[in-house]
């Protein structure tokens, strides 16, 4: 749920001294507290990481208002209403349930229009008798989940309560009240006061989704209350509230997440809790574990550790889970791809003061600034060193784990959601929501790492297209008489100069291309690789390239056309590959342009390489470099 606004901090971080954070509004403290209670709710979490808050403006505000939604799932709150957290928490969860219920689709306004009019380029608002009867329902449902408690003057009984109930008692109510009328004793059963809780206009920065869409996350929010809800009865819950046990331990860091760290809070309302004691002992996890394709979040209750350690273990593992550290590896080694995470993860927790970072954790400032698969090319390139990490599941075990683990007796497979748009959303809005209320506390790399998410980067052959547009610039043409173009009818005995390319350009405008061609490289890939060299080439008006050849020897084939390359490709070695005397021979060779760029093409079982030019890597998407390589890497998929 993301707030839009000037939203003053709901709670300090960790290690950050009360006069940092300058005076709060107790009103406004309740309210953003009321918001994260809301958030945290399984019923309402689906729905809640969907929407957005924002804070209305002074001309909007209308008597008796509390909040409206409108069909975009965006939320105005009256700032000026004060309220408790559990009011408040009633007051959101009653304009998501009407997200929720389908009672915004465009279809409930039609054909109604308010006795003097509409003004100019407004739409059609809700008929009061729908938005009436639409708030009876909403009110019955929350008065039997029994979430926060309404304000005072919505706590009221209606002669309306025991017909607000079942499939289609919105429309039984609205026409019954459009029959009789709509008595004033009902005049403020919303939260919009008398005018409504439910908006007909569309702001331009947030476009409605299908009503289907909130009907799926309210789906996925009963079936996660559901779940809840079966814990209790089997006691699991209730030994979660019991005062100094392990798993009220844990369960107070959760909550500290989700009030502290709204960047991470639909992270944690969202994700399974697994506190079993058998489950850590079964799977060897030492502090904890997550699985993020499972949404479930592992830890083990007998850990001893300080409320400030599990705090910050806890947003270690949700970072692993929405920054889909499980499927981000593209075929790097798991252990190796996991600690690398880790590195950068602690690094930005530290950053953000979130908690304390338990002792033996993976940290090294000299890794500050640094992307994940940075930080594996170091490793890899250093295993002596490194082959003795452990991450919070213990020595030489990944704690981001590939699915639910088989000792795990809770876990459902079905969800109901597309699991990468659950993540990305979660963190998207978390990170709007930090922002909003004024923390600042996101390092640079984790706000790059969500951005990228957000924003999945192009596929490798776009990456590689525009590679090639740095490496040449479009041709320049030039008019000659040297070759007349053909003559005007109108003027048919004055020649006219014609459109030319000279020729130094095109000698200037080749690259040279090293291939890996032991028996390690299929043929399948090598025309995959292949292909897509030959027609950026033809794209850029790059005529020639200069081939070498490499096994465990080096073969040069001289200037040939990207076309041709293909056809005069075989395999002639087994097992490594030598490719820095290919690099050399094409470096060394006077004729080839000084600017020249080097495209190695490989798949990653080769030695060391140097290159003292513009180069790049086309490699397997599964593949890995021996080497940290000071060019960019292509990944083929």
Not at 356 to 361: L, N, R
């Given at each position: 749920?993301?707030?839009?606004?000037?939203?003053?901090?709901?709670?300090?971080?960790a290690?950050r001294?009360?006069?940092?954070?300058?005076?709060?509004?107790?009103?406004?403290?309740?309210?953003?507290?009321?918001?994260?209670?809301?958030?945290?709710?399984?019923?309402?979490?689906?729905?809640?990481?969907?929407s957005?808050?924002?804070?209305?403006?002074?001309?909007?505000?209308?008597?008796?208002?509390?909040a409206t939604?409108?069909?975009?799932?965006?939320?105005?709150?009256?700032?000026?209403?004060?309220?408790?957290?559990?009011?408040?928490?009633?007051?959101?969860?009653?304009?998501?349930?009407?997200?929720?219920?389908g009672?915004?689709?465009q279809?409930?306004?039609?054909?109604?229009?308010?006795?003097?009019?509409?003004?100019?380029?407004?739409?059609?608002?809700?008929?009061?008798?729908?938005?009436?009867?639409?708030?009876?329902?909403?009110?019955?449902?929350l008065?039997?989940?029994?979430?926060?408690?309404?304000?005072?003057?919505?706590?009221?009984?209606?002669?309306?309560?025991?017909?607000?109930?079942?499939?289609?008692?919105?429309?039984?109510?609205?026409?019954?009240?459009?029959?009789?009328?709509?008595?004033?004793?009902?005049?403020?059963?919303?939260?919009?006061?008398?005018?409504?809780?439910?908006?007909?206009?569309?702001?331009?920065?947030?476009?409605?989704?299908?009503?289907?869409?909130?009907?799926?996350?309210?789906?996925?929010?009963?079936?996660?209350?559901?779940?809840?809800?079966?814990?209790?009865?089997?006691?699991?819950?209730?030994?979660?509230?019991?005062?100094?046990?392990?798993?009220?331990?844990?369960?107070?860091?959760?909550?500290?997440?989700?009030?502290?760290?709204?960047?991470?809070?639909?992270?944690?309302?969202?994700?399974?809790?697994?506190?079993?004691?058998?489950?850590?002992?079964?799977?060897?996890?030492?502090?904890?574990?997550v699985?993020?394709?499972?949404?479930?979040?592992?830890l083990?209750?007998?850990?001893?550790?300080?409320?400030?350690?599990?705090?910050?273990?806890v947003?270690?593992?949700?970072?692993?889970?929405?920054?889909?550290?499980?499927?981000?590896?593209?075929g790097?080694?798991?252990?190796?791809?996991?600690?690398?995470?880790?590195?950068?993860?602690?690094?930005?927790?530290?950053?953000?003061?979130?908690?304390?970072?338990?002792?033996?954790?993976?940290?090294?400032?000299?890794?500050?600034?640094?992307?994940?698969?940075?930080v594996?090319?170091?490793?890899?390139?250093?295993?002596?060193?490194?082959?003795?990490?452990?991450?919070?599941?213990?020595?030489?075990?990944?704690?981001?784990?590939?699915?639910?683990?088989?000792?795990?007796?809770?876990?459902?497979?079905?969800?109901?959601?597309?699991?990468?748009?659950?993540?990305?959303?979660?963190?998207?809005?978390?990170?709007?929501?930090q922002?909003?209320?004024?923390r600042?506390v996101?390092?640079?790399?984790?706000?790059?790492?969500?951005?990228?998410?957000?924003?999945?980067?192009p596929?490798w052959?776009?990456?590689?297209?525009?590679w090639?547009?740095?490496?040449?610039?479009?041709?320049?043409?030039?008019?000659?008489?040297?070759?007349?173009?053909r003559?005007?009818?109108?003027?048919?005995?004055?020649p006219?100069p014609?459109?030319?390319?000279?020729?130094?350009?095109?000698?200037?405008?080749?690259?040279?291309?090293?291939?890996?061609?032991?028996?390690?490289?299929?043929?399948?890939?090598?025309?995959?690789?292949?292909?897509?060299?030959?027609?950026?080439?033809?794209?850029?008006?790059?005529?020639?390239?200069?081939?070498?050849?490499?096994?465990?020897?080096?073969?040069?084939?001289?200037?040939?056309?990207?076309a041709?390359?293909?056809?005069?490709?075989?395999?002639?070695?087994?097992g490594?590959?030598?490719?820095?005397?290919?690099?050399?021979?094409?470096?060394?060779?006077?004729?080839?342009?000084?600017?020249?760029?080097?495209?190695?093409?490989?798949d990653?079982?080769?030695?060391?390489?140097?290159?003292?030019?513009?180069?790049?890597?086309?490699?397997?998407?599964?593949?890995?470099?021996?080497?940290?390589?000071?060019?960019?890497?292509?990944?083929?998929?």
């Amino acid at each position: 749920m993301t707030c839009r606004g000037s939203l003053p901090p709901a709670a300090n971080m960790a290690g950050r001294r009360r006069s940092d954070q300058g005076p709060q509004d107790p009103a406004a403290k309740d309210r953003l507290a009321g918001i994260a209670l809301a958030h945290a709710h399984p019923l309402l979490a689906p729905l809640a990481s969907r929407s957005h808050v924002g804070i209305m403006g002074a001309g909007t505000i209308s008597a008796g208002v509390w909040a409206t939604v409108n069909a975009a799932g965006n939320i105005w709150v009256n700032p000026k209403r004060r309220g408790s957290p559990a009011e408040w928490q009633w007051v959101i969860a009653h304009c998501l349930l009407h997200l929720a219920f389908g009672h915004l689709d465009q279809r409930h306004r039609r054909g109604w229009t308010p006795a003097g009019g509409l003004p100019a380029g407004r739409e059609s608002p809700f008929p009061p008798t729908w938005n009436t009867a639409a708030c009876l329902v909403v009110n019955r449902f929350l008065a039997g989940v029994k979430i926060g408690a309404p304000p005072l003057e919505l706590a009221g009984p209606t002669p309306f309560d025991d017909r607000a109930r079942g499939a289609g008692a919105e429309q039984v109510l609205a026409d019954e009240l459009a029959l009789r009328g709509i008595p004033d004793t009902l005049g403020m059963v919303g939260t919009g006061g008398l005018q409504g809780d439910l908006r007909a206009e569309r702001p331009a920065w947030q476009h409605p989704p299908e009503s289907d869409v909130w009907a799926a996350a309210f789906s996925e929010g009963l079936h996660l209350a559901l779940q809840r809800a079966v814990q209790v009865a089997g006691g699991e819950a209730a030994s979660m509230t019991e005062k100094g046990s392990p798993s009220s331990r844990w369960r107070a860091a959760v909550d500290w997440v989700v009030t502290s760290l709204p960047l991470l809070g639909g992270l944690a309302a969202g994700l399974r809790v697994v506190e079993d004691t058998e489950v850590c002992r079964d799977e060897q996890i030492d502090v904890a574990a997550v699985a993020p394709s499972a949404r479930t979040l592992y830890l083990n209750p007998h850990w001893a550790g300080t409320p400030e350690e599990r705090r910050f273990v806890v947003a270690h593992e949700l970072l692993h889970a929405g920054l889909r550290h499980d499927t981000r590896g593209g075929g790097r080694d798991d252990w190796y791809w996991n600690c690398a995470c880790d590195y950068v993860i602690n690094g930005w927790l530290v950053e953000m003061q979130a908690g304390e970072m338990p002792e033996g954790s993976l940290h090294d400032p000299a890794l500050r600034g640094m992307a994940a698969e940075a930080v594996y090319d170091r490793i890899v390139s250093d295993l002596r060193r490194y082959r003795k990490l452990a991450t919070l599941r213990g020595p030489g075990r990944p704690d981001v784990l590939p699915g639910p683990l088989p000792s795990d007796p809770g876990f459902e497979a079905a969800r109901g959601v597309d699991l990468d748009e659950f993540y990305r959303r979660a963190l998207e809005d978390g990170a709007a929501l930090q922002r909003q209320r004024g923390r600042g506390v996101i390092p640079a790399g984790l706000a790059q790492a969500i951005a990228a998410m957000v924003e999945p980067p192009p596929p490798w052959d776009v990456q590689l297209g525009r590679w090639f547009e740095e490496q040449f610039a479009p041709l320049e043409r030039r008019r000659s008489y040297a070759r007349p173009s053909r003559r005007q009818s109108a003027t048919p005995g004055i020649p006219r100069p014609s459109w030319v390319t000279p020729q130094e350009y095109r000698d200037s405008r080749t690259f040279g291309v090293v291939l890996d061609t032991s028996g390690s490289m299929g043929t399948r890939l090598l025309a995959h690789a292949l292909g897509a060299v030959a027609s950026y080439s033809y794209a850029r008006d790059v005529p020639l390239a200069r081939v070498v050849f490499c096994d465990a020897a080096a073969y040069d084939a001289g200037y040939m056309s990207p076309a041709d390359i293909a056809g005069t490709v075989t395999v002639r070695g087994r097992g490594g590959t030598v490719l820095q005397p290919g690099v050399d021979m094409i470096e060394q060779d006077e004729k080839f342009p000084r600017d020249g760029p080097i495209l190695i093409i490989t798949d990653g079982w080769c030695d060391h390489v140097k290159v003292r030019r513009s180069h790049a890597y086309l490699i397997p998407a599964n593949a890995n470099l021996p080497f940290v390589p000071r060019g960019p890497v292509f990944r083929m998929r």
